[in-house]
């Protein structure tokens, strides 16, 4: 009779180790799946590996040939305690994923709204009137006079020109060093023309020159000329 006992009492731990070891193995894949997102088939294989070890563990701690009924009884108690924790756990999956959900279309909405900020500015400053465009500052013409103006400047001050090279200038409408300081390239040549020495005026650079005494200033030159 005590060895039947002792036989009844190995078997019934053994399945509750195992129900228990089936109930941590389905946690574990529910876990997966819920929580970390994992595929269905890899979250199985995993839970039923995870099983198996755990009913080995489970029985060789509390199902081995030594243990007395009373022994037995204690670990199914707990076993079923533990069991029971367990399937408590098991559909708090669901509940976390449905918050994972709320998170990420709470972030959605989040991303939408910051979206909609920058084509709402967009939109406000396509309303607002363009600015009144400045009108583009009037390039300098130099300007040939027909008669002798009221200033007339002295043009020998510039380095190269001569009392001939300056009558010269002169009957072209040249008298004031602005005129000379104002030259572009179409004025260069108009002038170049006129004169005897052509590529003076560059070289002399005329312009720089007349943009000096233009100002009152001074140049090597004109010190030297004045003295």
Not at 68 to 76: F, S
Not at 203 to 225: N, P, V
């Amino acid at each position: 009779m005590t060895q039947n006992n002792s036989s009844s009492g190995i078997t019934a731990c053994s399945i509750v180790c195992w129900l228990l070891a089936f109930a941590f193995g389905v946690f574990i894949a529910s876990a997966l799946i819920g929580w970390a997102g994992s595929h269905g088939l890899l979250a199985a294989v995993i839970g039923l590996i995870l099983m198996l070890i755990a009913g080995w563990l489970l029985t060789g701690m509390f199902c081995s040939d030594d243990i007395t009924t009373a022994e037995v009884t204690a670990p199914v108690t707990a076993a079923a305690a533990v069991s029971t924790d367990a399937a408590a756990a098991a559909p708090k999956a669901k509940p976390a994923a449905k918050k994972v959900a709320a998170k990420s279309t709470a972030t959605a909405k989040t991303k939408t709204a910051a979206a909609k900020k920058p084509a709402a500015k967009a939109k406000a400053a396509a309303k607002k009137p363009a600015a009144a465009k400045k009108p583009a500052a009037k390039k300098a013409v130099t300007k040939f006079y027909r008669k002798p103006p009221t200033k007339i400047d002295d043009l020998k001050l510039i380095s190269g020109v001569g009392p001939k090279l300056e009558q010269t200038l002169n009957e072209i409408g040249i008298y004031q060093y602005d005129q000379v300081a104002a030259w572009k390239k179409a004025e260069i040549t108009k002038v170049d023309d006129q004169l005897k020495f052509k590529g003076r005026i560059e070289r002399d650079d005329w312009m720089a020159q007349a943009k000096i005494l233009a100002k009152g200033g001074d140049t090597e030159f004109s010190k030297k000329k004045r003295k």
